[in-house]
């Protein structure tokens, strides 16, 4: 029996169309990201979306530049456009839009209609399309300048991709998802959401993604965050880095679902040419590494703006995985973006513990009970200074608490640092530029390390040998260990960590100043010195709190400083 042989022909229109259709238009999410591309495009800074997910109905209302009723007929044909004119412009692209793909595609989904007004124009139109795109005739229609965008019976022909998708609650989680992103972009734009004629959530314009950062996730502080711009110059074209980061010592995530990479205005993947899985979200991570308690993940949002011209968009239908020139130095520039937006201050207020030093005044407050010392009369040295880049030297130690905390003033109010931690921050960062070894005499003996400690010892550099039976001999270890009596358990130690960052981390922790060791005023502001200088000062390589700080305000409104004298006594 002989296979049925058939002849090569090329595939009809009208099938090339639904073919691609299904490309770009492939759930409700999509639906709302192609409109909204759209209303962002024509310049709006209002938009309404409101949803029907179990009629499968989309509106979207935005108060753009609108179109007239010749754009209106042509607007649902496939690959028509106002953004491109010629080849040269795929490598100029400046919009989100630029196919021509998408009203075409939902013209073919369900059941496509616009409503519009241009700006200038005293009337406005709608229009009806049939599965082809094409429109009917228009119908003169009062409304406010802009466009309302309708999608109704959505995959009504495609019974199987339906009932393939997710229930409803699922595609809103996708929905405000893609909301999320367009607001983080575009942080200028009013957003109010509806679904099933209710009020879902709204989200209200901003100057900055900060701003709207702290709208998204509720239990955020505005202290919690800082934003920071770096300006790439070594590249062709304007090209500059905007971060959006939660303070490791404030916020971080179980989850990495708020590790976000934008480009020219569009949250997407960018891909590698080495094949790495999602490079720029590794370099976040990189970034954050031994500053987050185990497990845990950053709050991060990284808004490339890149020249046209450095940006590929024809990798993915949708645009939601791109190619990016010159990948390695914008790598770079985030993790160097990060490290400076993770530094201290002097200048930013840590609002963020505000509310927790507010709490605790009013529970000391109530017990009416204050233990106070008289101020010291010792000075501290004036001994070192930190980099002039960081804005630094600002903290002045001022008095030791239980042995374990420096009591320093800031410029907006007091300041608690843990001692043990901060050296251990300190020693961390001076391990990782010099991790030096040094030879043991005699050699230490340790016994019963499994195949993956002994080889976990030699990936660290120390020198291992076999001296017999469950028995080897460590002829080198790292400096600060060599010399201390408990060299045996450090050694043992290192041999169970996972990684040379945790070898590092273990190092510094094992030779850290520990709490309880008294500290002069010299020793204290020495440490507070060298703290000050790192590149990472708000947490430990653990991922432990360094520090708290008390605001000058929030004292002067706990003792009454803004009381008049006369009336506090009764006049």
């Known amino acids: 029996m002989t296979a049925t042989r058939f002849q090569i022909r090329p595939l009809g229109i009208d099938l ?30 209002r938009i309404t979306v409101s949803l029907w997910p179990q009629e499968w109905r989309i509106q979207v209302v935005d108060n753009g530049q609108g179109l007239g009723l010749l754009d209106l007929e042509q607007a649902a044909i496939p690959h028509t456009t106002s953004k491109l004119r010629t080849e040269a412009d795929l490598w100029q692209i400046n919009t ?39 429109a009917s005739q228009g119908e003169a229609v009062a409304i406010a300048p802009g466009t309302i965008v309708t999608v109704s ?35 200028q734009i009013t957003w109010q959401v509806q679904q099933n004629h209710r009020l879902w959530f709204s989200i209200a314009a901003a100057t900055q993604a900060q701003e709207i950062l702290l709208q998204l996730l ?73 500053t987050l308690p185990r497990h845990r993940h950053p709050v991060c949002f990284v808004h490339l703006q890149a020249s046209p011209q450095q940006v590929d968009w024809h990798r993915h239908p949708a645009k939601a995985e791109i190619y990016l020139q010159h990948l390695d130095q914008w790598r770079q520039a985030i993790s160097t973006a990060i490290q400076e937006a993770l530094h201290l201050s002097p200048e930013v207020r840590d609002t963020g513990h505000t509310q927790k030093i507010r709490q605790f005044m009013k529970v000391a407050e109530a017990k009416g009970v204050y233990h106070l010392q008289p101020p010291s009369l010792l000075s501290p ?22 042995r374990t905390y420096i009591v320093a003033e800031h410029p907006t109010g ?74 045996e358990a450090a050694l043992i130690e290192l041999s169970q960590c996972e990684s040379m960052e ?55 409104r706990f003792f009454r400083r803004h009381w008049v004298i006369g009336k506090s006594h009764g006049i």
């Open 414 to 487: 007091m300041w608690l640092v843990e001692q043990h931690i901060a050296h251990e921050r300190v020693l961390y960062e001076q391990l990782e530029q010099d991790w030096q070894l040094v030879p043991l005499t005699p050699p230490l003996m340790l016994r019963g390390l499994t195949e993956q400690q002994v080889l976990q010892l030699m990936e660290i550099g120390i020198e291992i040998d076999a001296f017999g039976h469950q028995l080897w001999a460590i002829r080198t270890a790292p400096q600060p260990l060599a010399a201390r009596s408990d060299c």
């Open 16 to 45: 090339v169309h639904r073919i691609a259709a299904g490309e770009v238009i492939d759930s409700m999410a999509a639906v709302v990201r192609e409109l909204l591309d759209n209303a962002v495009d024509a310049e709006a800074d």
């Open 96 to 134: 989100l839009g630029f196919r021509g793909e998408a009203l075409h595609c939902l013209a073919q989904m369900g059941r496509l209609e616009i409503c519009s007004r241009l700006v200038g124009s005293e009337q406005g139109w709608r229009v009806t399309y049939d599965h082809q795109g094409c």
């Open 218 to 290: 509720a239990t955020l502080q505005p202290g919690d965050l800082c934003a920071h711009q770096r300006v790439i110059s070594d590249l062709p074209g304007h090209n500059r880095v905007e971060v959006v980061l939660g303070l490791p010592d404030r916020c971080h995530r179980h989850r990495p679902d708020w590790i976000k990479v934008a480009v020219n205005g569009r949250c997407v993947q960018v891909g590698d040419a080495t094949g790495t899985a999602h490079p720029l979200e590794q370099t976040i991570l990189a970034a954050f590494r031994q």
């Open 153 to 187: 019976d959505l995959f009504q022909d495609w019974p199987v991709r339906k009932q393939a998708l997710p229930d409803p609650s699922r595609q809103m989680r996708a929905v405000q998802a893609t909301l999320y992103d367009h607001a983080l972009c575009h942080p």
């Open 502 to 556: 945790a070898a590092l981390a273990a190092t510094a922790c094992r030779s850290a100043i520990r709490n309880g060791m008294v500290l002069n005023l010299l020793e204290m502001q020495t440490l507070l010195d060298q703290w000050q200088r790192t590149r990472r000062p708000r947490t430990c390589p653990h991922g432990r709190p360094i520090y708290l700080s008390m605001e000058e305000v929030d004292l002067s």
């Open 381 to 402: 040295q004036q001994e070192g200074s930190a980099q002039p880049d960081t804005g630094f030297k600002v903290l002045q130690a001022i008095a030791q608490l239980h």
